[in-house]
């Protein structure tokens, strides 16, 4: 099968195409040349940026189109007016909800909408990311037709995770001694492996099959204390411990969600319960959590981001916590 990948060499991007090629499918890759230009030189690579043309898919066909950066409904506009597939695959996001959602919802509960009748916004920010994408599968819908495949992942882990977000807490539990572990354990959490998301939707592409489907894991009920305590189990050495900070506190003392990653900071959290059911059935196998954590530590021990909570900063925050 011809496979167009919009986007296909980064992270999520990075692992489609690797599942692709891996399952002999002939890949073609649009992309700016910015990130890993070097990748994948048995595919082809079409050099472009969405947003100023896509001259070079003239009179080309493919049989199906899996984009990863679409974030704007005016992107897929422009990619329906240029690219001529047999199917198209849009990797949107369970962001797309409303707060509120009920533990176990099914791929048919509340959207998020953007408020107001005005223009559609063409910046991405942290409010009008779910809607927008909202609009997106909407508009992908209208223009490559019912047969279109919608996935809606929640957080995606595993190698190549340039967010850093979960390999944060994978390296640090490994550290081990006092773990800082924000908020409040019960809040759900949910994450996907980027390899078993890609080969699921790689295959789902294949067989044609159309519809939207959560590509999360684990079910519900899965908190983020247990995340953290299911990381521990695999990597962190005997004596760690976690000390749970409470909200008010953390903020007080300057952190959010960049610094202690996929800590809800209080708010919603609702979208991380997810019913997988349906993509289960369509034959989404994720591995077990803990092998997982366990090849991200292998892979990405040295990885880090600026952005997260230094070991000091840590102590200090934990010894003020201890003496409140």
Excluded at 48 to 55: C, E, M, N, P, Y
Excluded at 244 to 252: K, N, R, S
Excluded at 276 to 287: F, I, K, N, Q, V
């Amino acid at each position: 099968m011809r496979i167009l990948i919009i986007g296909g060499t980064r992270f999520v991007g990075r692992h489609i195409t690797e599942a692709a090629l891996a399952a002999g499918h002939d890949v073609s890759l649009l992309h700016r040349g910015r990130t890993g230009p070097d990748l994948f030189p048995e595919a082809e690579h079409l050099l472009a940026d969405r947003d100023t043309g896509l001259a070079v898919l003239d009179g080309r066909e493919w049989d199906a189109t899996i984009d990863v950066s679409a974030y704007l409904p005016s992107q897929i506009e422009a990619l329906a007016g240029s690219v001529s597939t047999g199917r198209y695959v849009f990797v949107s996001t369970t962001a797309v909800y409303a707060p509120g959602q009920r533990p176990g919802f099914t791929e048919d509960s509340p959207l998020a909408e953007l408020d107001g009748d005005g223009p559609v916004p063409d910046t991405v920010t942290g409010e009008t990311y779910g809607p927008l994408k909202v609009l997106c599968e909407r508009t992908a819908i209208e223009r490559f037709g019912p047969g279109t495949l919608v996935v809606r992942p929640t957080y995606v882990i595993g190698p190549y995770d340039y967010t850093g977000r979960f390999t944060y807490w994978v390296n640090r539990l490994a550290r081990g001694g006092e773990v800082l572990a924000p908020g409040d354990p019960s809040a759900p959490i949910q994450v996907i492996d980027g390899r078993d998301m890609a080969a699921w939707t790689v295959a789902m592409a294949g067989r044609g099959d159309g519809g939207t489907f959560h590509a999360v894991s684990p079910p519900p009920p899965f908190t983020f204390g247990d995340m953290l305590e299911r990381i521990a189990a695999e990597v962190a050495p005997p004596g760690t411990t976690l000390t749970w900070v409470d909200t008010d506190f953390l903020h007080a003392a300057g952190q959010d969600g960049r610094s202690l990653p996929l800590w809800g900071e209080g708010g919603d959290t609702s979208i991380n319960t997810a019913d997988p059911s349906a993509a289960r059935a369509a034959g989404l196998d994720p591995r077990p959590f803990g092998q997982s954590v366990r090849e991200i530590r292998a892979s990405e021990a040295d990885f880090s981001v600026e952005t997260t909570v230094t070991p000091a900063r840590e102590a200090e925050i934990l010894a003020a916590w201890h003496a409140r």
